[in-house]
Nanobody, 123 residues
């Protein structure tokens, strides 16, 4: 059985940084696609970043240049380094894994999700 657990959220001032972690068990991260998504109150879930099994990455336009996704295969854990945070980055952040063979920004393509971690950016 696959389990996905996010951690690292919290309250930070605008311009600050946070690093989120996503620990996966039951599925080898290096053999999957790992995606980060976020959902703010009253808004649809939004794609943030993904990392492919061979290491290629993709970012949503609103976070490109500020966020970095990475993966530690030995720990079977992925990370989302978030720098230069803005108030509009406030959301619940989710990570999810998929066995798709091509990158996808669509949340429906991901089959196992974590419970989410809250990120709040204050002005």
């Amino acid at each position: 059985q696959v389990h996905v657990v996010e951690s690292g959220g919290g309250l930070v001032q605008a311009g600050g940084s946070l690093r989120l972690s996503c620990a996966v068990s039951g599925r080898t991260l290096s053999s999957t696609v790992l995606g980060w998504f976020r959902q703010a109150p009253g808004k649809e879930r939004e794609f943030v970043a993904l990392i492919m099994r061979y290491g290629a990455t993709d970012y949503g336009d609103s976070v490109k240049g500020r966020f970095t996704i990475s993966r530690d295969n030995a720990k079977n854990t992925a990370y989302l380094q978030m720098n230069s945070l803005k108030v509009e980055d406030t959301a619940v952040y989710y990570c999810a894994t998929s066995l798709i063979r091509v990158p996808s920004r669509l949340s429906a393509e991901y089959d196992y999700w974590g419970q989410g971690t809250q990120v709040t950016v204050s002005s």
